[in-house]
């Protein structure tokens, strides 16, 4: 149960990493790079992205941090 948690939070803080790298386009990285980035199915990867206040484009399978426009 502990092992789940730190192993969550190490997860949480690669998709922080991968989302404020600044070599990503426009801050945005799709979600089979985030899959395959911390070793974990689609629904997983949805929940902690979720779970850090990562947003979903509205054009496809892209998250991000930054506060998206959505007019």
Excluded: Y
Aim: net charge positive; proline share 1%.
């Amino acid at each position: 149960m502990v092992w789940n948690a730190v192993q969550e939070w190490r997860r949480k803080r690669k998709l922080r990493e991968m989302l404020t790298d600044p070599r990503s386009a426009r801050g945005f990285r799709s979600a089979g790079q985030l899959e395959k980035g911390i070793a974990a199915d689609r629904a997983t990867t949805e929940r902690l992205l979720l779970a850090i206040g990562a947003t979903k484009s509205e054009a496809g399978e892209e998250w991000t941090l930054k506060v998206v426009n959505q007019t």
